[in-house]
């Protein structure tokens, strides 16, 4: 009955008219940009950050939540119709959905990923709501000993699920963990890292770095010669717009598979919805009884990435919303507004912050709701979007960024950040480092050191404390296996030339 209770609870959060006009405000702000090629959620939700810190915890988080899931959706329409994906798990819809766009069907392809993600979205939110209890239940047991095990484990993951060098990989998350010294020491109160000036006392503005590092650095990359050649072969029909009912039969398995995948691998730190799309897709593939039919237009190819994408979307909130490690470079924006918001993401918001946590959950039921009611009318709309020159929609974009950095704290201070994390993020995608493990060594950063410092006061020193309690043990044998698995000759050789083919 108190799940009922709680469910009960967010359905009054969510359902609020000033809530529902914010879940509707992000989901059509992130199918809008997640639309347009070239910006996923991460660059989305760094840009649109600022827009939150005016308005209430729940309305802010309701939001961001809103954008990234119509960010999922709205990566699939381009897709589809053009063989772009908006962001890089829409990647594996593109295979077999712009073969079906080729051949008429570009609205039963459509159609088939808006059914998909819904039912994935709702399948994978009960999910949530039913998991995130149970793991709260298991993380008010941890003392700083196991917190700090854990972060170091999801930092080791974060560098596991990231493409190209390791050795990168996790050079950008030492850097992510310096950036985050910087400012106040809060035991001390001594400066740290601020070369003498003041306006870094409080740290480096999370947006500024956001908003430069994905932000101002995919314009950037989208100037480049040769990646500005407009959309290959913009699909001019979109055909019949619902599927027949031996196309739904065929995607129905698809859908719940790609369900249970996405929800299974979403938690995992690093990039859960890339790879639920990319698993759906071998599974497919392997179940298929005509398996040449893959890349030329299956609509199994489409339902069950798609279904996967949404369903990892929707249950990477578990480890940010429980235990206050973000899984991805979005969830770590999440968590960075909830600490500007003056929350501290982790097991004790389910008990301080009930009616946020729930009514973030109830949200994406309506909002995913919403995403289907409001993007099949609108396919057309999309259509001719996709048709004006990025030459004219870019310069909107960075005065956006400009202009939401600014207005976080009105100093321009935060503008000269911007523009040195803008070119040392260009200066990162032309070295083949990924931003996203910096990012989440900036926010778990600080938690990182906080746990480590009380867990020596605690042990009054004792650094095998760490390993003497059984579940930090056993945390960092994990982080410790994890990471002589990816050194590998064999995994290492592997991963990178996966990133080169990419």
């Given amino acids: 009955m108190e799940f009922f209770d709680h469910l009960a609870m967010g359905f009054g959060v969510a359902l609020s008219p000033a809530n529902i006009g914010y879940c509707f ?28 810190f005016s308005i209430s915890p729940e309305s802010a988080l309701i939001m961001l939540a809103g954008i990234y899931y119509g960010a999922q959706y709205g990566g699939s329409t381009t897709a589809i119709l053009v063989n772009l994906p908006g962001e890089a798990s829409s990647a594996v819809t593109a295979i077999d959905g712009y073969q079906m766009a080729r051949a008429g069907k570009a609205g ?23 998991c995130a209890p149970l793991l709260m239940t298991v993380a008010r047991s941890f003392t700083p000993f196991e917190y700090f095990a854990l972060i170091v484990l999801g930092l080791i993951c974060s560098i596991a699920l990231a493409r190209g060098s390791i050795l990168k990989s996790l050079g950008m998350v030492f ?49 480049e010669p040769g990646r500005n050649d407009g959309p290959p072969g913009t699909v001019k029909e979109i055909g019949r717009l619902y599927p027949t009912r031996a196309e739904l039969r065929s995607a129905s398995g698809p859908i719940f598979r790609g369900t249970m995948v996405g929800s299974l691998l979403g938690v995992l730190p690093g990039g859960g919805a890339l790879l639920s799309s990319f698993a759906s897709y ?26 996967a994408n949404n369903a990892g979307a929707q249950t990477s909130f578990i480890p940010m919303l429980t235990l206050g490690i973000p899984s991805n470079a979005v969830m770590a924006l999440m968590a960075g507004a909830m600490i500007i918001q003056g ?61 939401g950095t600014y207005t976080v704290n009105n100093t321009t201070f935060d503008l000269y950040l911007l523009t040195m994390f803008a070119v040392l993020g260009y200066l990162f995608s032309r070295l083949d480092c990924e931003p996203a493990p910096l990012l989440l060594g900036f926010v778990l950063g600080p938690l990182l050191e906080e746990n480590f410092r009380r867990a020596l006061v605690l042990s009054r020193g004792d650094f095998s404390a760490f390993v003497t309690h059984p579940i930090s043990a056993a945390l960092l044998l994990a982080a410790v296996g994890l990471l ?18 990419d």
């Fill in 484 to 501: 002589i698995i990816m050194l590998l000759p064999q995994i290492r050789t592997r991963r990178e030339t996966v990133f080169l083919e």
């Fill in 343 to 403: 929350i501290v993401p982790g097991p004790r918001v389910m008990v301080t912050h009930p009616e946020l946590f729930w009514g973030i959950i109830v949200s994406m039921w309506i909002g995913n709701a919403m995403l289907v009611v409001l993007n099949l009318p609108l396919v057309g709309l999309w259509v001719k979007l996709l048709k004006i020159p990025y030459a004219i929609l870019f310069p909107a974009i960075v005065a956006f960024c400009v202009i």
């Fill in 282 to 307: 071998t599974i497919e593939k392997k179940l298929s009884k005509t398996p040449e039919r893959f890349g030329k237009g299956a609509i199994e190819g489409v339902a069950g990435p798609e279904s």
């Fill in 175 to 223: 850097a992510g963990l310096a950036l985050g010294c910087v400012g106040t020491d809060v035991y001390t109160g001594d400066a740290r890292f601020t070369f003498g000036s003041f306006s870094l006392s409080d740290g480096i503005s999370i947006v500024a770095l956001s908003v430069g590092l994905f932000g101002i650095t995919e314009i950037f990359r989208n100037l």
């Fill in 25 to 52: 405000l992000g989901a059509l702000l992130g199918t809008l940009v997640g639309v347009l090629p070239g910006l996923g959620p991460t660059a989305t939700i760094a840009m649109l950050l600022p827009l939150t």
């Fill in 108 to 130: 039963t392809a459509l159609s088939i990923a808006a059914i998909g993600s819904f039912v994935a979205g709702c399948i994978a939110t009960f999910f949530v709501a039913l």
